[in-house]
């Protein structure tokens, strides 16, 4: 027990030491969901003194329930309004969530070196190094639903009642986060061993009311959380879930997730299969499971996603069984003749590597960490060329991943704001037009700032004997001018600046302009301008 106590310590401070580099940049990855629905909306409630029913723009935040809101706005009480403040808890539950791996795999197998490596593997998946980086509702709801899962494990072995409460106490904080994914994760894990153990089966009919009591408590929490927001906001409220229900487009069939865990979980996606292939059906850990109850395990936990629109990061706790299978492969699957699945995840890594160093080369970025990255890709293709050895393998992962994402990628300078726009707006009332950017711009202000989708008849812009400056991004500049002209508002350009987009801003230019021909001219003229967004600045009165 004390060597396993040493082992989690351990993978806790890597995975501290491998996710922070780089949380404290505005010009990593990032994405509307944090810098526009959870940093505003945090913003709000501290402005407002909001707790139980966070509002953003004046509308109640019920599309995802709210402890990821609560959590930010401790972080920033205690810590201050900071990005890295907020981006600490989810560097925090990214290490949560390889400990949470480790322990499955210590009840999977009575020797502690296979749930070492299966958390070393989660460590240094691709997936973990780009998600850990921005704050987001998944990571947290993944590292929750499988510590709910680790105490069904620990309970179906000992017995001991008090884990019924502490699996609830996991689900019930899951489900404050994000509900339907901590249902997926924790289910496919009991559902994996319902299916591959009848002793399982067995307790469960023994114990179903037992198991229920949490399951309601849980489920109980988060409607009564729901009633309340709707008995103070009931049209909106159900206008949002409403609108939630539709851009999920339930029942849609896409194949994304299989390209999803391509990426998300190299360099080890193709050790997967090795683990398929080469491990034998015969062949199973001390607790009796095998590579059949562990695919089921992961194949249960992708399989929602086939049938409604979702986003790639979704799929974070399918690391749970990813990583036990790969850490399979190496247990049973004598992975010493047989190399090909390393040797494919290193050259599919090689590619978005290539790609980032590339880029950064290109349009001359930074050199000492261009340097930093090559260093560590070098060492990552030694290793990987290698006897296939877990610790150095994932390491090496976890190096090369740090320095792209932590230390390379902050050196593209997406997001910056002059000081000078910053120092204009501080003590004036800003709204944001259209898209809410300059992304971090509240954040640097300390204030939630207003957004406007469009200029109405009828908003309340009380601009009588007062001024706004409004951001606009140069795509909607016609827009906007013809809009304030007729609502009778004089709008004057005062400043304008150039940044590299967000994700969103990006995705935006990508819909409103060529972009194969803007990405053109900045790889001919080895500037990033030509793919930058123009945001101007008016003056409304």
């Excluded at 351990?10 to 780089?22: D, T, Y």
């Excluded at 908003?459 to 606009?472: C, I, Q, R, S």
Aim: glycine fraction near 8%; charged fraction near 15%; include cysteine.
């Amino acid at each position: 027990m004390r060597s396993r106590g040493l082992l989690l310590a351990l993978l806790f401070f890597l995975s501290l030491a491998s996710f922070s580099p780089g949380i404290g940049s505005i010009s990593i990855f990032t994405d509307p969901d944090e810098y526009h629905r959870i940093y505003r909306t945090v913003l709000s409630m501290m402005e407002n003194d909001e707790w139980m029913a966070p509002r953003l723009d004046g509308i109640p935040r019920v599309r995802k329930p709210p402890l990821t809101y609560w959590m930010t706005r401790l972080s920033f009480e205690l810590f201050g309004v900071s990005v890295t403040s907020g981006r600490a808890i989810n560097v925090f539950f990214a290490a949560l969530l390889v400990v949470v791996v480790a322990l499955i795999g210590f009840e999977y197998d009575k020797d502690p070196t296979y749930g070492f490596n299966a958390g070393l593997i989660a460590l240094s998946m691709l997936g973990m190094g780009i998600s850990s980086k921005f704050l987001m509702h998944d990571l947290s709801a993944a590292a929750l639903s499988g510590l709910a899962f680790y105490c069904f494990l620990l309970w179906s072995r000992t017995g001991l009642q008090f884990l019924l409460l502490a699996m609830a106490a996991a689900l019930t904080a899951g489900f404050f986060i994000k509900g339907p994914v901590v249902l997926v994760v924790a289910g496919s894990g009991v559902g994996s061993l319902f299916l591959t153990k009848p002793a399982i089966r067995r307790l469960l009919w023994r114990c179903k009311f037992s198991l229920l009591l949490p399951l309601a408590l849980s489920l109980g929490l988060i409607f009564a959380w729901y009633a309340y927001v709707s008995s103070l906001y009931p049209d909106q409220t159900f206008a949002q879930m409403d609108e939630e229900l539709s851009a999920r487009h339930l029942g849609t069939l896409t194949w994304r997730p299989l390209a999803s865990v391509v990426w998300m979980f190299l360099p080890w996606t193709f050790v997967i299969f090795a683990a398929l292939y080469r491990v034998k059906p015969a062949d199973g850990l001390s607790s009796g499971n095998g590579k059949w109850s562990l695919a089921i395990f992961c194949g249960l936990s992708l399989l929602p996603f086939f049938f409604f629109h979702f986003l790639d990061r979704y799929i974070l706790g399918s690391t749970i069984p990813v990583a036990l299978l790969c850490a399979l492969a190496f247990k049973l699957g004598d992975v010493d003749r047989r190399r090909l699945g390393f040797r494919i995840g290193m050259a599919v890594s090689s590619i978005v590597i290539f790609l980032w160093i590339g880029l950064s080369w290109w349009f001359r970025t930074s050199i000492w960490e261009l340097a930093l990255a090559l260093g560590a890709y070098l060492f990552f293709v030694i290793v990987w060329l290698r006897r296939p050895k877990v610790i150095r393998m994932a390491v090496s992962a976890s190096l090369v991943w740090m320095a792209l994402t932590g230390l390379l990628l902050p050196t593209f300078g997406s997001n910056k704001v002059p000081p000078r726009i910053v120092e204009r707006v501080r003590d004036s009332r800003v709204i944001l037009y259209r898209v809410p950017e300059p992304a971090f711009l509240p954040l640097m202000l300390k204030r939630s700032l207003e957004y406007k989708e469009e200029l109405r008849q009828g908003d309340d812009l009380n601009l009588e004997g007062k001024t706004a400056l409004t951001f606009v991004n140069q795509r909607d500049q016609k827009r906007f001018e013809q809009r304030a002209a007729a609502l009778g508002i004089s709008a004057t350009l005062v400043d304008s600046y150039s940044s590299f987009p967000s994700t969103d801003g990006f995705t935006g230019q990508s819909r409103n302009k060529t972009i194969a021909g803007n990405m053109t001219r900045a790889l001919r003229t080895r500037s990033l301008e030509p793919i930058m967004d123009t945001f101007l600045l008016y003056e409304l009165e």
